[in-house]
């Protein structure tokens, strides 16, 4: 009776969430406080019985602090079954961990870009969902969905979670609107700001802005000479490379910087934070989706419990709030909300026209050469 009596109430708060009569920070805490006065058995709890945790690893910082609280204590507190988070600076540092690891070592990962759900892929690393343990799939914006089935052949191996960009960022004490819209991407080479300019140290990022600095699309530069000396003039006049959404809001906080690129959710936590600094897309910006990625080897119906849980539009949405990034829900689907629709890179229409994403085959067959050609720039050559 007791499993009865516990689904009965999380029908009934969902029901008064639904009906507005909660907003959806008060129905989370309703919702973690029955699962523990009730024992954790809920509608979520028919999956995964024998499994005592899931790890989960991420991006740090402000993101991570907004998985935790909207969607892995409040899982917790739902099922039992514990979310032990790590964190990583950068998709080649985790790829790497999970090369070394056993298998069943790493469970889900919030990946970056299709090129990363590629390249798993391709080296047998990937699962395959049972989508019907994912109903809260049906809310999420399908073109997210499609890019990731035809990497795998029609299955999937991740769930879409949210989306943004990786504009240029600038102390507005310093540089105007005008003019950053005026140089764009080659603001980042200009001497003018010498010292005072820094850029994450991601070989694709570099070379996707070098070839906009070079008038070349990123999805198909031709000339990589012109590319490499960019990134080498870029590397002369920056105070540093970050690694870390945290370094990135540090620099700009700090001033220690007046321009780099940088993450859109970031930014704006910085705005939000009440420091002047302004946020520029420029034409063929890097836009980018991130994925939930559940590896090989990894207790499934656990993880897709975990995943569906953290779909579910009310989680979602408490998550994207949190970390400042648009969730992958279809605004014509689900409604949002007031802050969503204020995020940097949101797409009201739900079709993500305006966004340039990384084109996975071209990127992945040129990163064996590309990261190893960086690295030695990066030291100096």
């Not at 009776?1 to 920070?25: C, F, I, P, S, V």
């Not at 105007?176 to 990022?205: C, N």
């Not at 014509?332 to 084109?359: C, H």
Request: with cysteine; aromatic share 12%.
């Amino acid at each position: 009776m007791k499993k009865m009596d516990n689904t009965t109430r999380y029908e009934r708060l969902r029901e008064r969430y639904m009906n507005g009569d909660l907003d959806r920070r008060t129905f989370l805490g309703l919702l973690g406080a029955a699962g523990a006065a009730y024992g954790v058995v809920t509608p979520y709890r028919a999956f995964a019985q024998d499994v005592s945790q899931v790890r989960f690893d991420g991006w740090g910082g402000v993101v991570s602090e907004a998985f935790r609280q909207y969607a892995f204590d409040p899982y917790t507190a739902e099922t039992g079954i514990e979310v032990v988070d790590g964190t990583f600076g950068g998709g080649d540092e985790y790829l790497s961990r999970v090369k070394a690891s056993q298998t069943g070592e790493y469970n889900i990962a919030h990946l970056s870009g299709v090129f990363d759900y590629a390249r798993y892929d391709n080296l047998g690393l990937s699962s395959e969902l049972n989508e019907d343990n994912i109903p809260n799939l049906q809310y999420v914006i399908p073109k997210l969905v499609d890019v990731f089935r035809k990497v795998s052949g029609g299955t999937l191996s991740c769930v879409p979670y949210d989306y943004g960009t990786t504009g240029l960022a600038y102390n507005r004490a310093h540089i105007s609107d005008e003019e950053m819209q005026e140089k764009g991407a080659k603001i980042l080479i200009d001497e003018a700001y010498k010292g005072k300019i820094a850029g994450w140290s991601d070989w694709r990022t570099r070379i996707w802005f070098a070839s906009l600095q070079t008038g070349q699309d990123p999805n198909a530069a031709e000339d990589m000479d012109a590319v490499w000396d960019a990134i080498r003039a870029h590397r002369d006049l920056s105070l540093k490379y970050w690694t870390s959404g945290a370094e990135l809001m540090s620099l700009l906080a700090e001033e220690e910087i007046y321009v780099t690129e940088g993450w859109s959710g970031r930014i704006y936590a910085l705005q939000e934070q009440g420091h002047d600094i302004g946020y520029y897309d420029p034409p063929n910006g890097y836009g980018w989706q991130e994925c939930l990625f559940v590896l090989k080897g990894s207790p499934m119906e656990a993880a897709e419990e975990l995943l569906n849980f953290m779909l579910a539009p009310e989680t979602s949405i408490a998550v994207a709030e949190g970390q400042n990034y648009p969730p992958a829900l279809d605004p014509n689907k689900v409604e949002l909300g007031e802050k969503i629709p204020t995020l940097p890179a949101f797409d009201p229409t739900g079709t993500l026209d305006g966004l340039t994403f990384a084109d996975p085959e071209y990127w992945n067959s040129h990163e064996a050469d590309w990261s190893k050609t960086f690295g030695r720039v990066q030291k100096g050559y």
